[in-house]
């Protein structure tokens, strides 16, 4: 998927999990869940990530390939390991970020270039149905649903999460003046 569906996924679930009460919503919460649901791009040196750290990205790259060592189990373990030490640092922090790296390989495998969710131990790419190809119509016609899902879920846990208070109120309390 594109970074903007990245994004817009992960910054989505964190709302979901703030409505839900797992979260604060500050906006470090959300800075952490847009830079989770874009690291595992980070292997790639032509995605958001990757043009901004192309000293990391060029030779992951050329090293493993893309959606490979970033987008398995073993990517997984050291997101894992990279929130754990977020959470030390400020709290919360860490598991926004953790959702959005997670459901950045969620949304990968609806896709046809899927992920080698195994690899190092095997390279074979997993998809799941509908299987869209990456930056078409069909990606973003999957990602509406996804999306009012999530905001369906946000509005029945907590229905203030749609008011215009409810917003001026988080941004003057994260920003005093």
């Known amino acids: ?3 903007r569906d990245h994004i817009i996924i992960g910054v989505g679930a964190a709302t979901v999990a703030v409505a839900a009460g797992f979260l604060p919503m500050t906006p470090q919460i959300i800075a952490a869940a847009t830079f989770g649901s874009l690291a595992p791009d980070i292997d790639h040196p032509q995605s958001s990530l990757g043009r ?3 000293f990391i990205s060029e030779p992951l790259y050329r090293t493993v ?3 490979t060592a970033t987008h398995s189990t073993y990517g997984i373990v050291a997101a894992t390991i990279v929130a ?3 959470e030390l640092v400020m709290p919360f922090v860490g598991f926004a ?3 959005g ?6 949304a990968d495998l609806l896709t046809k270039e899927g992920c080698a969710l195994l690899y ?3 390279r074979r790419r997993y998809c799941f149905w509908p299987a869209v190809p990456t930056g078409s119509l069909g990606e973003t016609l999957t990602v509406i649903p996804i999306v009012l899902i999530m ?3 946000s509005l029945a846990l907590n229905p203030q999460i749609f008011h215009s208070e409810y917003w001026i109120h988080l941004v003057r309390r994260s920003f005093p003046i």
């Not at 790296?101 to 969620?106: F, Q």
Request: charged share 5%; hydrophobic share 50%.
């Open 101 to 106: 790296y997670v459901l950045h390989i969620g």
């Open 97 to 99: 970020f953790l959702i």
């Open 1 to 3: 998927m594109m970074g």
């Open 84 to 86: 754990a030490g977020l």
């Open 151 to 153: 905001a369906a879920c």
């Open 65 to 67: 390939g893309h959606r």
């Open 120 to 122: 190092p131990k095997n």
């Open 52 to 54: 901004l750290v192309p």
